[in-house]
């Protein structure tokens, strides 16, 4: 059996300890959020690629749509015994843009409810792999877009939403703090 060399590396109840974290992290954070500023970006310039900055609900909404569209549909495909391409989001353009911005419109309490049910179904799905299964490569959603390796374990699809949660739970920090 051809395992993810990287994936050896991480622990499944670790990750899952992690990914809860994060999200209660950001849940944190986003209390200590005044109500008028949730939907507001700090005045920072662009990013490099002239986006401008996003406001604690676009990030938290990013997430919740993230969670919801990537790593859940390929970790459901991957234990059903498909290749989490085909039968995913991997297979749409790009499923952001409208729905994250109607998300982002909405109270900050309900982005983060949604939030938590996606991640949650995330680490129920996680725990079901065996632990061969965990640290298999076999999906190539994120490596035929460039992203890493060609193929992605059960642990590093998971191990990717915990570095996508960081990223902009850091936003989501930082407008708290």
Known sequence: MVL?????NLD????????????ETMEWAAR???ERWTH???PLPPSPEGEPPWSA??????????????????????????DGVSDTWFREPSPYEVPAVELAAEPISQILARLRVAQTREIELAR?????????????AWGARGMG???HSPARVV??????????????LQLAL
């Open 4 to 8: 993810d060399p990287d994936a050896t």
């Open 12 to 23: 499944r109840e670790a990750l899952i300890d992690r990914l809860h974290v994060s999200l």
């Open 32 to 34: 200590m959020i005044p």
């Open 40 to 42: 507001r970006a700090l």
């Open 57 to 82: 609900a676009m990030n938290l909404a990013h997430l919740v749509l993230y969670s919801e569209r990537l790593p859940t549909p390929v970790l459901e495909s991957l234990l059903a015994g498909g």
């Open 128 to 140: 079901r792999f065996s632990l061969d299964q965990w640290t298999t490569p076999s999906t190539r």
């Open 149 to 151: 390796p060609p193929l």
């Open 159 to 172: 191990a990717k939403s915990l570095q996508h949660n960081w990223e902009h739970g850091n936003a989501v």
